[in-house]
């Protein structure tokens, strides 16, 4: 049996992870999640009794270290933070409290005998593009934003950690995952909700900033081949898709596959945190899921599927 401890396990992406880790019986999950962005909702259903939910702030020591102690895991997926463009951006004290965090998530771990911690980084540690597509092996980390800092001062821990006391890790840079769970402040949920609503569409700026974006079981299964196969071993990987699409282009095809009589709205640009372009080089995800990442437009039908007003 495998102890597993996911962080920020009622979040989004995490849920559908703890979800999947207890599909197998044998291993034993715990959740934990301050539920400042999270609900407990998320991981509720399917109900699975080799899946457990503490309530937990993992930037307190005294919080956490108590689920540590308890439960030995053997492996960690770190995944709490702070998220979203805006409240990072309004909020960075709040976000560099997750240097607590993810210092405590490593202590504990090499003190407490867990073997491999898995840690969700993100895209923005890439800040502007130098090159496209952003590779993990040649592309400076450039970003001055309070939350890249914090997920690049994140992945530094890591390979310090390694180095000095020997704990594996594997680094997840995720770039924009959608799916059913999403939480309603991100684009592609937002442009869904307004779109089947028939509201105006709002873009910042002219819309020709570039994504791409990932569903959410591309990113999930390749996280998981990472930590089944013991591939990715103190190393880093993208999680995303390689088709680059303008944010304007995103709302006129959601337009069009939901029939909707939305209008798209232009708004003053976001003063930071909105970068120009966004596209990894995804050749070792491709490796890991063993197939082409899902299309946008089926990966967005699947999403509408799931929506009752769909």
């Known amino acids: 049996m495998a102890r597993i401890l996911v962080t920020g396990g009622a979040g989004f992406i995490a849920s559908d992870l703890a979800i999947k880790l207890a599909d197998d019986p044998a291993n034993e999950v715990v959740v934990v999640d301050n539920l400042l962005t999270g609900e407990v909702e998320k991981i509720a259903t399917p109900k699975k009794s080799n899946l ?6 993992v930037n307190h020591f005294d919080d956490i270290s108590g689920v540590f102690y308890a439960n030995r895991f053997e492996h960690v997926f770190h995944y709490a933070a702070v998220v979203g463009v805006k409240r990072t951006t309004d909020h960075p004290v709040m976000v560099l409290r997750d240097i607590d965090g993810i ?3 490593l202590d504990l771990s090499k003190n407490t005998g867990v073997s491999r911690v898995l840690f969700s980084s993100s895209s923005e540690v890439y800040g502007e593009p130098v090159e496209i597509p952003q590779n993990e092996r040649t592309t400076p980390l450039n970003s001055k934003l ?3 800092i914090v997920k690049n001062i994140g992945e530094a821990f890591l390979r310090s950690y390694h180095k000095e006391f020997g704990l594996e890790y594997t680094v997840f840079r995720f770039f924009n995952t959608y799916g059913p ?3 309603k402040d991100f684009v592609v949920a937002k442009f869904i909700r307004a779109a089947l609503a028939n509201e105006d569409i709002t873009l910042f700026g002219d819309g020709m900033q570039t994504r ?6 591309d990113n999930i299964d390749a996280c998981l081949a990472a930590y089944y196969r013991r591939e990715v071993m103190n190393d880093v990987v993208n999680i995303g898709s390689d088709h680059e699409i303008t944010i304007k282009a995103l709302a006129e095809l959601i337009i069009e596959i939901t029939g909707s009589r939305s209008r798209i709205v232009h708004l003053p640009p976001l003063e930071e945190g909105d970068m120009t372009r966004r596209m990894p080089d995804v050749t070792r995800m491709r490796a890991l899921l063993g197939k082409d990442p899902i299309p946008l437009r089926q990966g967005l ?3 509408l599927a799931l929506v009752p007003s769909a």
Do not use: G, L
């Open 181 to 183: 769970k999403q939480s």
């Open 301 to 303: 039908e699947r999403v």
């Open 103 to 105: 210092r405590n998530i």
């Open 52 to 57: 457990r939910f503490v309530k937990c702030d």
């Open 212 to 217: 791409t974006f990932c569903y959410i079981d």
């Open 146 to 148: 309070p939350y890249a």
